[in-house]
């Protein structure tokens, strides 16, 4: 992973979310804490943001088994009663 720091607007173009819904994330608690270099300036470094990125895609992953594991459970069950898959 990358030590560098990368601005906002990198970061935001990175996640893919509005700066607007990036500081939400931040505010809740949900997104890497940025480094302020400055009064007014702040950045994200950039191996953080990379494993925020890994871990949505490891969270969606482990929820697309899971949905595929009930609907595979509801067709096996339409199929006991009967009921055309």
Avoid at 13 to 35: M, N, Q, V, W
Wanted: hydrophobic share 35%; glycine share 4%; charged share 35%.
């Amino acid at each position: 992973m990358s030590q560098r720091f990368i601005s906002v607007k990198e970061t935001s173009h990175r996640i893919c979310l509005s700066k607007t819904e990036l500081y939400d994330r931040l505010k809740a608690g949900t997104f890497p804490k940025p480094i302020a270099l400055g009064p007014k300036k702040v950045v994200f470094l950039e191996s953080d943001i990379d494993a925020w990125i890994k871990g949505k895609i490891s969270d969606e992953n482990k929820h697309a088994a899971s949905r595929h594991a009930l609907a595979k459970k509801a067709v096996s069950s339409r199929r006991d009663r009967g009921e055309p898959a």
